[in-house]
Structures are given as C-alpha cells and as structure tokens.
C-alpha cells in the first residue's frame, strides 16, 4: 500500500472505534522490531476500547512527523510524543503520508483513564486502522479485504506488540506456530474460524483492584526476559501451551481451557517475580479474588476462571449461560476487592468498527 501526495484523493477525515484484548497464553519477551519469543493467543474484547479520529491536512513534505494530539479532547504532550516517534518509525517504510501531510488525531477510551487498564492494545490498533484507512483512499481503494487488516496489524504490532491482536474478531494468533497456518511473528491471524460457540459468546468480567500506574511498564518487563534464568523453559512452553488450548477452544473443553489460562496468569508474575531486579505486580486483592474463584469453582462446579494480564486487575472468564449465578457471586464476594468496587464487565466481541 504506497501512498504520495500526487494520489491524495480528496479523503480528509476517518475514525474507527478498536478494542482491547485478553491474552490467553501470553506474549512476554520479544526482539528488537517488537517481534515476539513466543506466539500468543488472545480473545478480542468488545465494550473496552478506543475511539480514534485522524483528519489529514496540509502536506508539509518535511519527512518528521507533525501532529495535532488530543485525548478525551485535551491535549496530551507525552503521548503525543510517543506517537509522533511512532510515526517518524513507519513512515519511510510502510505509509509515507504520516511523515508528508499534518496529521489531527482525536483519541478516547471507553473505559476510565484510571482504571489500570493497558490501553496500548485498543489505541495503537485504532489508530493503525485510521491510517492504513487514510492510505488506502488516497490509492483509491476502498475494500476493507485481508491484506488491509494483515497490514494493519503489522503497523498496530510496531505501535504496541498485543494491539496485532486486536483487529480480528473473536481471536488472534501472533507469532509462528506449527499448528496455526498462516500464523507470522510479524502480524495476527484470526482463528475465529477455529473455535466452539460457547467461546464466542464468553463473557470477560474485569476487576478494577488498583488504579494506580504500573511499578514497571509492559516494555520494561519484556526487557527484563532476556536476563531471566526461565526464559528458554517459558518459550517452549508457550508453544506447547497454544497446542493445546487451541485443541481445548476447538472441541469446547472448558476444563483444559480453564487450566491453561489460569496457569498463563501464574507464570507471567512467577516470571516478573524471578526477573533481576524482581518485582510484583500482583496486589493482596489480586490474590484474594484468585483464592475465592477456586473456592467457587470447587463447590459449585461451575467453569469460572481467571487471568491476569500485566498488572493487579483480574480478568474473570465464564460462558455466557452461567451469568446469572457468577454476576450474584462476583457482586457478593470479590467486588469488595475492587478500587471503589470498579468492574467492567465485558465480552468476546466481533473486532474494530469503521465509524467514519
Ligand atoms: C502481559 O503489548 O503492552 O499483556 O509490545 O512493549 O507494547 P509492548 O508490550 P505489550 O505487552 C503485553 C503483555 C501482556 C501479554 C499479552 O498481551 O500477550
């Protein structure tokens, strides 16, 4: 997809609404260029997401990046900067308008700014889908086919590694697997296709424990794999690990699914926790909420499981048949475990919507 200023084709305002994703068996460790050392799975979610809005303006053909940035319509300068770095990095390579024309870009969230909620997923995949959007007007294309959505998850993937995820329905493979054809390190592949029912309807409850900022970010930790004593052991074991949960996603196994989430979640913080220097990101509540689930499931017998992703908030994950028993006992025993009682129920949702 080239774009130059002589094809500029009238095109002047886009905006996509992307959301953010759970990882079931999880990225963490990566190579320069944000290529993963493991592949990962995750579910697409539907009501967390970001609302992102790019209008093109002047050509200014100065090869740097110059954009207007706004979050929840007010300025925001240190994100700006890291979106401008961003752009300055694909622009010669892959879309060469962002570098050549004045970019507004206008992004929100669904969710609170201060909920502890990554947001790089939902906001790099929102605004990978504005630009290849804008990029494939000004060529005059406008069919939103799979070489647009693979192109947008390689540029999403160089704005934040998960957010490759983000952008196809229910599910996404990133990272080069056997079992998984088509699977690449540089981009997602959907594997809606692959997966029983009852996974499509999954509901995705998410346990606000703490607001506040992570001690150490997403970036750090995957740094800190490359001195970690486990890491050879961890990436065999993530492979292995996507064998078998996709085996457990097709043939509907709640059981093998459960597990091999619940074990991802654990082995994440073992890894941060036998890191050098170690770390914690888990909070009392996190392993509160942790404790009772496994109390609930062991008297009620009912498929309820948890993942955490890189910080405290507990992702709590059931089929949608059972919402009605695992809502009273969510509200009843763990909301007392949530940053003000926050809890943002979600779902397995069907990928990004074009809104402009
Ligand atoms: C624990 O995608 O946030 O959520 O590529 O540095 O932006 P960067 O990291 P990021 O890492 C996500 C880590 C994770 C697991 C996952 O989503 O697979």
Same mark, same amino acid.
């Given at each position: 997809?080239?774009s130059?200023?002589?094809?500029?084709?009238?095109?002047?305002?886009?905006?996509?609404?992307?959301p953010?994703?759970?990882a079931?068996?999880?990225?963490?460790?990566?190579?320069?260029?944000q290529?993963?050392?493991?592949?990962?799975?995750s579910f697409?979610l539907?009501?967390?997401a970001?609302t992102t809005?790019?209008?093109l303006g002047?050509?200014?053909?100065?090869?740097?990046a110059k954009? *207007?940035?706004?979050f929840?319509?007010?300025?925001?300068?240190?994100?700006?900067?890291?979106?401008?770095?961003?752009?300055?990095?694909?622009?010669?390579?892959?879309?060469p308008?962002?570098?050549?024309?004045?970019?507004? &870009?206008?992004?929100?969230?669904?969710?609170p700014?201060?909920?502890?909620?990554? *947001?790089?997923?939902?906001?790099?995949?929102?605004l990978?889908?504005?630009?290849?959007d804008?990029?494939?007007?000004?060529?005059g294309?406008e069919?939103?086919d799979?070489?647009?959505?693979r192109?947008?998850?390689?540029?999403s993937?160089?704005g934040?590694?998960s957010a490759?995820r983000s952008?196809f329905?229910?599910m996404?493979?990133?990272g080069?697997?056997?079992?998984?054809?088509?699977?690449s390190?540089?981009?997602?592949?959907?594997?809606a296709?692959?997966?029983h029912?009852?996974?499509?309807t999954?509901?995705?409850?998410?346990?606000?424990?703490s607001a506040?900022?992570? *001690?150490?970010?997403?970036s750090a930790?995957?740094?800190?794999?490359?001195?970690?004593?486990?890491a050879?052991?961890r990436?065999?074991?993530?492979?292995?690990?996507?064998s078998?949960?996709?085996?457990?996603?097709?043939?509907?196994?709640?059981? *093998?699914?459960?597990? &091999?989430?619940?074990?991802?979640?654990?082995?994440l913080?073992?890894?941060m926790?036998?890191s050098?220097?170690?770390?914690i990101?888990?909070?009392?509540?996190?392993l509160?909420?942790?404790?009772?689930?496994k109390?609930?499931?062991a008297?009620?017998?009912?498929p309820?499981?948890?993942?955490?992703?890189?910080?405290?908030?507990v992702?709590?994950?059931?089929? !949608?048949e059972y919402?009605t028993?695992?809502s009273?006992?969510?509200? !009843?025993?763990l909301?007392?475990f949530?940053?003000?009682?926050?809890?943002i129920r979600?779902?397995?949702?069907?990928?990004?919507?074009? &809104?402009?």
């Amino acid at each position: 997809m080239s774009s130059s200023i002589e094809k500029k084709n009238n095109i002047s305002r886009c905006g996509w609404v992307s959301p953010s994703n759970i990882a079931l068996v999880k990225y963490w460790g990566k190579y320069d260029n944000q290529l993963p050392k493991n592949p990962s799975v995750s579910f697409t979610l539907s009501t967390a997401a970001t609302t992102t809005y790019v209008t093109l303006g002047d050509a200014h053909n100065t090869g740097v990046a110059k954009i *207007s940035f706004t979050f929840d319509g007010k300025e925001n300068k240190a994100f700006q900067t890291r979106l401008e770095k961003f752009l300055n990095q694909i622009g010669p390579e892959h879309l060469p308008f962002v570098i050549q024309y004045h970019l507004q &870009i206008e992004s929100s969230n669904s969710f609170p700014h201060s909920s502890g909620i990554a *947001s790089s997923a939902s906001s790099m995949s929102a605004l990978a889908l504005c630009l290849c959007d804008v990029a494939y007007q000004m060529d005059g294309l406008e069919i939103y086919d799979d070489a647009f959505f693979r192109k947008v998850s390689i540029l999403s993937r160089l704005g934040s590694g998960s957010a490759c995820r983000s952008v196809f329905d229910s599910m996404a493979v990133w990272g080069k697997h056997d079992d998984i054809s088509g699977s690449s390190d540089e981009y997602a592949v959907s594997v809606a296709d692959e997966i029983h029912p009852v996974f499509k309807t999954f509901r995705n409850d998410i346990l606000i424990i703490s607001a506040n900022e992570k *001690s150490v970010s997403s970036s750090a930790g995957h740094q800190l794999m490359d001195g970690n004593p486990f890491a050879a052991a961890r990436y065999a074991q993530a492979n292995n690990r996507i064998s078998t949960i996709m085996t457990a996603l097709k043939h509907g196994d709640l059981q *093998s699914f459960g597990k &091999i989430i619940e074990d991802e979640a654990l082995t994440l913080h073992a890894l941060m926790m036998c890191s050098n220097p170690s770390y914690i990101l888990m909070e009392e509540g996190s392993l509160s909420v942790i404790k009772k689930v496994k109390q609930f499931r062991a008297e009620t017998k009912l498929p309820l499981y948890f993942t955490l992703d890189a910080g405290p908030n507990v992702h709590l994950l059931y089929p !949608a048949e059972y919402e009605t028993e695992i809502s009273a006992f969510i509200f !009843a025993e763990l909301s007392q475990f949530c940053h003000d009682g926050r809890i943002i129920r979600d779902a397995v949702g069907n990928g990004p919507n074009k &809104i402009l």
